[in-house]
């Protein structure tokens, strides 16, 4: 008791201390500080009750409790002095004994009876919490409720914790945040009491996978804790302090890729993550070691490797670049900090992309086209037209790109130089050219060599409408085709002119230039017609001449089956169709000529057979017979096909009935009749229902007198009842029977008169018997008072019983009552105190 006193002393002192630090102390500064999501997983088995060591009597947790207190007391401290819910740090309590709850997200603090004996569950106490001043006692009452109780299964333990941590890390709110895990225990990983390696094993492979994401602290409150441990020395079985050390180190992030106590793998430099304490003084001084290093943890720094990387792609010479981008590249960079942290990574990253942004924006200044302007100018001046190929003076002005910037000057300077080449290399040529004066059509301008002798070729243009070519006139000059002419400087752009004159067509030619002039063959019954010409060649459009004697005359020799030809057509089959010739060429008929009246023939075709309406059947087959004599001719025959439903008495197979249609025989469509029949849908005839009243038709009697007897009607033709349509009518002259009551007061007896009585029937209220009530006999007036004074007896009795005010019974009741609830009270009290 003495030794807890002192820890509490040198709590409370070290409180006082840390009170009066600097806010820095806990962390350097909001900006900087590391909001932590810590798991706290605490033993809480049996053990947990027994001293530290046999040299130090403090229970084990009480120095928990007043340790993870102190835990909780640091962080509402310094969450107290941070704004921001996001960089504030959380807490998470998991207790550890036996097994987990049916419902593990169950969070509590709850125990399970086995074997008569009480154990905690493995269990989630508290999920994450953010203490501050203001709630960190509802996160110490938490702490403060545990009873050890149990074995230590840390494998369910370490379970619970990777379920916290996977939490922590999906909230994107604790996107920055670190994630710790500190795992506390008194002894050996059990099932029961002794050292279980599946537990210890289950442990460790599960804080593998926490180690992903968070770092693993364990901390050892045994006589066998000595860190230095780290597996087995020498030969022979392990030893419970080797086991145990080396378990504890695989828990912990000493080992990231521990596999068993026996396989701890690397350890990570540096590292010190499992501590061990065996006395309250060193549990104190550790916790206090680690309460520190949490709270003073901050930021990495923000990586600005991109940045590094961005600035070496600045052009070393920025002369050649416009003043606006070269001035907005150095702004980005001005605007760079270097002093930020992880947290504002995305910053840092924009910095960079702003860079780079800024280098791909750098503009060159542009070159200088001065000369190419100039010379561009000199070339406008010229007249294309007096030139024998202009072409690559346009080609090299349209080469010039104006997009140039200063670093491709020489390109420029070369642009400006092939313009005036073209222009140096320029020739004279002579231009004349053709003018149609009316025509129609093109022709190539000529080529004229200058101050030599140019022949007038054939003219190619159409002439005017009613004119033919004459000749070509320069100036006013005509020159016939093959005339010679010499052009010189001063003739540039002269025109060659076509002349034209007036056609006259009075050549009667049925052929010119090889050409016919025909307008219109000569037909059975009218002349050639041809178009008239000029002597020059022309054929006229619409001056024509007649061709006497041409016409060709009918030739009745065709042969057109058609009606427009039809003479005669065959009455019947026995006869021919008879037709009239057509002309040869012009297909005219001979009927329409009074000259050709014998131009006609017979044809092969015969006229229609004459078919009987009616079929001709026997037993397989049908047809339809010719009427003309001499012709033998059927048509239409077929085998018989019974495909017709015909409802006609001489296809009857069986009558309808009241529930069934009639039936008859399928027939062919030439009316034989078939052995198949179908049912005439619609037919049947339907019950005819009668009223029968005989008693094998009753439907029910009836109850009383109100009632009738119903009968079920009879069909008259088949004898079914309607009992399945349930339709039935009532006997009206049938009535059931009376139901009689019991007998009924009118007149109760007297001394001095009889009294009367009757019975009625209860559904129509009709009197069914009446009989006499006797008079009553007389009765003695001693008896009378007798009767009297019992009854006065009675009342008085009674108005005592109901009294009130007397409370003389009830006072043993309430002091009874107040004896149970002191003795209660006494009893709960003397446990609250032990």
Same mark, same amino acid.
């Given at each position: 008791?003495?030794?807890?006193?002192?820890?509490?002393?040198?709590?409370?002192?070290?409180?006082?201390?840390?009170?009066?630090?600097?806010?820095?102390?806990?962390?350097?500064?909001?900006?900087?500080?590391?909001?932590?999501?810590?798991?706290?997983?605490?033993?809480?088995?049996?053990?947990?009750?027994?001293?530290?060591?046999?040299?130090?009597?403090?229970?084990?947790?009480?120095?928990?409790?007043?340790?993870?207190?102190?835990?909780?007391?640091?962080?509402?401290?310094?969450?107290?002095?941070?704004?921001?819910?996001?960089?504030?740090?959380?807490?998470?309590?998991?207790?550890?004994?036996?097994?987990?709850?049916?419902?593990?997200?169950?969070?509590?603090?709850?125990?399970?009876?086995?074997?008569?004996?009480?154990?905690?569950?493995?269990?989630?106490?508290?999920?994450?919490?953010?203490?501050?001043?203001?709630?960190?006692?509802?996160?110490?009452?938490?702490?403060?409720?545990?009873?050890?109780?149990?074995?230590?299964?840390?494998?369910?333990?370490?379970?619970?914790?990777?379920?916290?941590?996977?939490?922590?890390?999906?909230?994107?709110?604790?996107?920055?945040?670190?994630?710790?895990?500190?795992?506390?225990?008194?002894?050996?990983?059990?099932?029961?009491?002794?050292?279980?390696?599946?537990?210890?094993?289950?442990?460790?492979?599960?804080?593998?996978?926490?180690?992903?994401?968070?770092?693993?602290?364990?901390?050892?409150?045994?006589?066998?804790?000595?860190?230095?441990?780290?597996?087995?020395?020498?030969?022979?079985?392990?030893?419970?302090?080797?086991?145990?050390?080396?378990?504890?180190?695989?828990?912990?992030?000493?080992?990231?890729?521990?596999?068993?106590?026996?396989?701890?793998?690397?350890?990570?430099?540096?590292?010190?993550?499992?501590?061990?304490?065996?006395?309250?003084?060193?549990?104190?001084?550790?916790?206090?070691?680690?309460?520190?290093?949490?709270?003073?943890?901050?930021?990495?720094?923000?990586?600005?490797?991109?940045?590094?990387?961005?600035?070496?792609?600045?052009?070393?010479?920025?002369?050649?670049?416009?003043?606006?981008?070269?001035?907005?590249?150095?702004?980005?960079?001005?605007? !760079?900090?270097?002093?930020?942290? =992880? /947290?504002? +990574?995305?910053? *840092?990253?924009?910095? %960079?992309? #702003? @860079? &780079?942004? $800024?280098?791909?924006?750098?503009?060159?200044?542009?070159?200088?086209?001065?000369?190419?302007?100039?010379?561009?100018?000199?070339?406008?001046?010229?007249?294309?037209?007096?030139?024998?190929?202009?072409?690559?003076?346009?080609?090299?002005?349209?080469? !010039?790109?104006?997009?140039?910037? =200063? /670093?491709? +000057?020489?390109? *420029?300077?070369?642009? %400006?130089? #092939? @313009? &005036?080449? $073209?222009?140096?290399?320029?020739?004279?040529?002579?231009?004349?050219?053709?003018?149609?004066?009316?025509?129609?059509?093109?022709?190539?301008?000529?080529?004229?060599?200058?101050?030599?002798?140019?022949?007038?070729?054939?003219?190619?243009?159409?002439?005017?409408?009613?004119?033919?070519?004459?000749?070509? +006139?320069?100036?006013?000059?005509?020159?016939?085709?093959?005339?010679?002419?010499?052009?010189?400087?001063?003739?540039?752009?002269?025109?060659?002119?076509?002349?034209?004159?007036?056609?006259?067509?009075?050549?009667?030619?049925?052929?010119?230039?090889?050409?016919?002039?025909?307008?219109?063959?000569?037909?059975?019954?009218?002349?050639?017609?041809?178009?008239?010409?000029?002597?020059?060649?022309?054929?006229?459009?619409?001056?024509?001449?007649?061709?006497?004697?041409?016409?060709?005359?009918?030739?009745?020799?065709?042969?057109?089956?058609?009606?427009?030809?039809?003479?005669?057509?065959?009455?019947?089959?026995?006869?021919?169709?008879?037709?009239?010739?057509?002309?040869?060429?012009?297909?005219?008929?001979?009927?329409?000529?009074?000259?050709?009246?014998?131009?006609?023939?017979?044809?092969?075709?015969?006229?229609?057979?004459?078919?009987?309406?009616?079929?001709?059947?026997?037993?397989?087959?049908?047809?339809?017979?010719?009427?003309?004599?001499?012709?033998?001719?059927?048509?239409?025959?077929?085998?018989?096909?019974?495909?017709?439903?015909?409802?006609?008495?001489?296809?009857?197979?069986?009558?309808?009935?009241?529930?069934?249609?009639?039936?008859?025989?399928?027939?062919?469509?030439?009316?034989?009749?078939?052995?198949?029949?179908?049912?005439?849908?619609?037919?049947?005839?339907?019950?005819?229902?009668?009223?029968?009243?005989?008693?094998?038709?009753?439907?029910?009697?009836?109850?009383?007198?109100?009632?009738?007897?119903?009968?079920?009607?009879?069909?008259?033709?088949?004898?079914?009842?309607?009992?399945?349509?349930?339709?039935?009518?009532?006997?009206?002259?049938?009535?059931?029977?009376?139901?009689?009551?019991?007998?009924?007061?009118?007149?109760?007896?007297?001394?001095?008169?009889?009294?009367?009585?009757?019975?009625?029937?209860?559904?129509?209220?009709?009197?069914?018997?009446?009989?006499?009530?006797?008079?009553?006999?007389?009765?003695?007036?001693?008896?009378?008072?007798?009767?009297?004074?019992?009854?006065?007896?009675?009342?008085?009795?009674?108005?005592?019983?109901?009294?009130?005010?007397?409370?003389?019974?009830?006072?043993?009741?309430?002091?009874?009552?107040?004896?149970?609830?002191?003795?209660?009270?006494?009893?709960?009290?003397?446990?609250?105190?032990?």
């Amino acid at each position: 008791m003495k030794i807890y006193k002192k820890v509490m002393a040198c709590i409370l002192t070290l409180m006082m201390f840390f009170a009066q630090m600097p806010v820095n102390v806990f962390a350097a500064n909001q900006k900087n500080n590391i909001p932590l999501d810590i798991v706290l997983v605490l033993d809480v088995s049996g053990s947990m009750v027994d001293p530290i060591t046999l040299t130090d009597s403090t229970k084990r947790i009480t120095i928990l409790k007043d340790s993870i207190n102190q835990f909780i007391e640091g962080f509402a401290e310094n969450n107290s002095k941070i704004n921001q819910a996001n960089k504030q740090s959380r807490i998470s309590i998991i207790k550890f004994s036996g097994k987990i709850p049916d419902n593990a997200d169950k969070i509590g603090n709850d125990t399970y009876q086995e074997n008569r004996n009480t154990y905690n569950y493995t269990q989630i106490m508290s999920g994450f919490f953010t203490a501050t001043n203001e709630n960190k006692a509802k996160l110490e009452d938490v702490v403060n409720s545990i009873s050890p109780a149990g074995a230590t299964r840390s494998d369910y333990a370490m379970e619970l914790a990777l379920k916290q941590i996977k939490q922590s890390k999906n909230d994107e709110s604790r996107k920055y945040a670190k994630r710790i895990v500190f795992f506390v225990t008194d002894g050996q990983p059990t099932t029961l009491s002794n050292f279980d390696d599946d537990v210890a094993n289950k442990a460790i492979t599960t804080s593998k996978e926490i180690k992903k994401d968070a770092e693993v602290y364990t901390f050892g409150m045994f006589s066998l804790t000595d860190p230095s441990i780290t597996g087995h020395v020498g030969s022979g079985s392990w030893s419970n302090a080797e086991k145990f050390n080396a378990y504890m180190h695989g828990v912990s992030s000493n080992y990231p890729d521990a596999e068993s106590y026996e396989n701890l793998g690397t350890r990570a430099e540096n590292s010190a993550y499992y501590m061990g304490a065996k006395s309250s003084n060193e549990a104190t001084a550790i916790f206090n070691s680690v309460l520190n290093k949490l709270l003073s943890m901050t930021y990495a720094g923000a990586d600005y490797t991109k940045v590094t990387e961005a600035k070496k792609r600045i052009p070393s010479d920025l002369t050649l670049y416009t003043d606006e981008t070269v001035q907005a590249l150095e702004d980005v960079l001005k605007d !760079v900090k270097y002093d930020l942290d =992880i /947290t504002q +990574q995305d910053t *840092v990253y924009g910095y %960079a992309d #702003a @860079i &780079n942004k $800024a280098i791909n924006q750098l503009k060159y200044k542009a070159a200088d086209y001065t000369e190419v302007d100039k010379a561009i100018e000199k070339a406008n001046k010229l007249n294309k037209d007096n030139y024998k190929d202009f072409s690559k003076v346009e080609d090299a002005i349209k080469t !010039v790109v104006r997009s140039k910037n =200063i /670093t491709e +000057q020489d390109e *420029v300077d070369a642009m %400006a130089k #092939a @313009i &005036n080449d $073209a222009i140096d290399a320029l020739g004279f040529q002579l231009k004349i050219k053709y003018g149609s004066n009316g025509g129609t059509g093109t022709m190539a301008n000529p080529t004229v060599e200058l101050d030599k002798e140019f022949t007038f070729s054939k003219c190619e243009y159409v002439a005017p409408n009613g004119k033919h070519f004459k000749g070509w +006139q320069v100036d006013n000059t005509v020159y016939k085709v093959g005339d010679k002419r010499v052009f010189t400087k001063d003739d540039q752009n002269k025109e060659i002119k076509a002349v034209w004159e007036e056609h006259t067509f009075d050549q009667k030619l049925k052929e010119v230039n090889g050409v016919s002039t025909l307008k219109d063959k000569a037909t059975c019954t009218t002349n050639a017609i041809y178009y008239k010409s000029c002597a020059c060649g022309q054929v006229s459009t619409t001056e024509t001449f007649e061709d006497k004697d041409t016409k060709l005359g009918h030739e009745y020799t065709k042969q057109i089956k058609d009606a427009k030809y039809l003479k005669s057509q065959g009455s019947n089959c026995q006869e021919h169709d008879a037709y009239w010739y057509a002309c040869s060429r012009c297909d005219v008929s001979a009927k329409d000529d009074e000259n050709a009246q014998d131009k006609y023939y017979e044809s092969a075709e015969v006229g229609n057979h004459v078919l009987s309406k009616d079929w001709n059947k026997d037993s397989n087959n049908h047809w339809h017979s010719c009427t003309v004599p001499g012709c033998n001719e059927v048509s239409d025959k077929g085998n018989h096909v019974y495909d017709q439903e015909v409802e006609s008495s001489e296809y009857l197979a069986t009558p309808a009935t009241c529930m069934t249609p009639a039936r008859y025989y399928k027939s062919c469509i030439c009316g034989a009749k078939g052995t198949e029949a179908f049912a005439a849908t619609g037919t049947h005839l339907g019950h005819a229902y009668i009223e029968v009243k005989n008693p094998q038709f009753l439907r029910e009697k009836a109850t009383n007198c109100k009632e009738h007897d119903t009968y079920w009607y009879v069909c008259s033709r088949c004898g079914k009842t309607s009992k399945t349509i349930n339709k039935y009518y009532e006997d009206k002259d049938s009535k059931g029977e009376h139901i009689s009551s019991d007998w009924i007061i009118d007149q109760q007896p007297t001394v001095a008169k009889e009294g009367s009585k009757h019975k009625e029937c209860t559904v129509c209220k009709e009197v069914l018997e009446t009989e006499k009530i006797a008079k009553l006999e007389n009765v003695k007036t001693e008896t009378k008072k007798e009767e009297t004074a019992s009854k006065k007896e009675i009342k008085v009795e009674s108005k005592k019983a109901v009294t009130t005010g007397d409370n003389t019974n009830s006072i043993v009741p309430i002091v009874l009552l107040g004896i149970s609830l002191l003795g209660i009270y006494m009893i709960v009290m003397k446990k609250c105190v032990r």
